[in-house]
T-cell receptor
Framework: DAKTTQPTSMDCAEGRAANLPCNHSTISGNEYVYWYRQIHSQGPQYIIH???NNETNEMASLIITEDRKSSTLILPHATLRDTAVYYCIVRAGGQLTFGSGTQLTVLP | GAVVSQHPSRVICKSGTSVKIECRSL??????MFWYRQFPKQSLMLMAT?????????EQGVEKDKFLINHASLTLSTLTVTSAHPEDSSFYICSATPPTDPNTGELFFGEGSRLTVL
C-alpha cells in the first residue's frame, strides 16, 4: 500500500470545520483513500473512503484532488467528541496499513 | 452496520502464562480477519492475517509460535499470547471485512483488548 503523510497534530475550535490534509503522492490507480479515527483506548472507527470522486456521508466529507495525490477530510462542525487520532490510509485490498495519523484536538 | 467484538477488553496476567483473545464478527461471515498490536503513543501495527480453515500469515518480525492464531469458523478468530512477558503488554485489535466487498469495503474493528503482563 502507498505511504501517506499527515501533520502530526492540529487544533480546531468547537463548532468550526476541521480540515485534515493527507498526501499520498505515490498512490496507484486501484488504491482507495480511507479515513479512520481512533479515540483513546478504542478500536479505530471508519469515517469515509473514496477512489476519485469527492464523497460525503453523515460524519464527514472527503475531497480528493484531481491527480489523486492528496486528499482532505472535512468535519463540518467539530465537537469535543471529535478529538481523536485521524488516520489517512490508501488501500488496494486486504489489510489496512496505518501511518502515524493526525492528533486532532477540538478546543472549547 | 457490521460489528466486530473482542473479548476480553482488559486482561492482566502473570509472566509466563498464556492469554487468549477472541475476535467475533457478529453479523457477517469473515473468511479473513486481521490482528494488530498498538503500543502506547504509537500507531497500529499489523501482526498477522487470519484465514478461516488455514494457517495464519504473519508479518515479518512476529513470532508465530508466540502469537498463536486460530480461525476455526467464519465468525471467530482467536489470538493466544503464549508464555507472556511484560514486553507483550499492549493493546491488541482485530478487524474484519464483510465478504461482499473484501477489497474495497469498510474494514470493521473490534473494541480492542488491553493486555498487561505483570
Amino acid at each position: 500500500d502507498a505511504k501517506t503523510t499527515q501533520p502530526t497534530s492540529m487544533d480546531c475550535a468547537e463548532g468550526r470545520a476541521a480540515n485534515l490534509p493527507c498526501n499520498h503522492s505515490t498512490i496507484s490507480g486501484n488504491e482507495y483513500v480511507y479515513w479512520y479515527r481512533q479515540i483513546h483506548s478504542q478500536g479505530p472507527q471508519y469515517i469515509i473512503h473514496g477512489l476519485k470522486n469527492n464523497e460525503t456521508n453523515e460524519m464527514a466529507s472527503l475531497i480528493i484532488t484531481e491527480d489523486r495525490k492528496s486528499s482532505t477530510l472535512i468535519l463540518p462542525h467539530a465537537t469535543l467528541r471529535d478529538t481523536a487520532v485521524y488516520y489517512c490510509i490508501v488501500r488496494a485490498g486486504g489489510q489496512l496499513t496505518f501511518g502515524s495519523g493526525t492528533q486532532l484536538t477540538v478546543l472549547p | 452496520g457490521a460489528v466486530v467484538s473482542q473479548h476480553p477488553s482488559r486482561v492482566i496476567c502473570k509472566s509466563g502464562t498464556s492469554v487468549k483473545i477472541e475476535c467475533r464478527s457478529l453479523d457477517f461471515q469473515a473468511t479473513t480477519m486481521f490482528w494488530y498490536r498498538q503500543f502506547p503513543k504509537q500507531s497500529l501495527m499489523l501482526m498477522a492475517t487470519s484465514n478461516e480453515g488455514s494457517k495464519a500469515t504473519y508479518e515479518q518480525g512476529v513470532e508465530k509460535d508466540k502469537f498463536l492464531i486460530n480461525h476455526a469458523s467464519l465468525t471467530l478468530s482467536t489470538l493466544t499470547v503464549t508464555s507472556a512477558h511484560p514486553e507483550d503488554s499492549s493493546f491488541y485489535i482485530c478487524s474484519a471485512t464483510p465478504p461482499t466487498d473484501p477489497n474495497t469495503g469498510e474494514l470493521f474493528f473490534g473494541e480492542g483488548s488491553r493486555l498487561t503482563v505483570l
